[in-house]
């Protein structure tokens, strides 16, 4: 039995991640293209880890979508790149402090699946091995099929196995002898070893 006049616990509000440029497309076919990293300087400049610091979306004006669990996520643009090492280093509009970039850290950045430029003729992008055959090494002989591209600090190929089971392998797993070298294809050598027990 409850009390009347015992006031209704409102949810907690999330405070969205800073940077925030416009509204987030949900039906967008968001790509992951690299994570932030903390922040350097004092003026809101954030280290970032890249997939592809070569490709063109790296450059002042592209929108991406950043994330971090728990929170709201944000679209964000880039105000600047400049692609040096160990890691690249990013300002972001409205993100001119280092406490404000400070609370981006760990963000997932993604990019619509649209604005991705094209890949060369000898080149492709991850997420475009969703639904490849999956080759056994030894044999040659398909064994399985991709099914995602989940999206973690290792980011893993969940495969679908002919046998019924599912295994899970990271992407830059040294198992995975050859990817993308035929379109539509993964040769993957002792996957036995990562399937789900």
Known sequence: MTDQNTPKMEPPKLEPLPGNV?????DANWIEVGKIGRPHGLKGELR????????DIWQA???????????????VELASFRDILPMPLATLVGVDDRDVAAKLTHAVLAVNQD???????????IHELIGATVLDDATRKPVGVVRALLETPADVLEISMHSGASAMIPVHADAIT?????????VVRDIADWQDR
């Open 22 to 26: 416009g509204r987030v497309d949900p």
């Open 61 to 75: 004006g592209q929108q991406l979508r950043a994330w971090l669990p728990g929170k709201p996520a944000v679209l």
């Open 178 to 186: 050859e990817m993308g070298r035929e379109k539509g294809i993964l």
């Open 115 to 125: 604005e991705l430029p094209a890949a060369d003729e000898d080149e492709f992008y």
């Open 48 to 55: 970032l880890q890249v997939y592809n610091a070569d490709s």
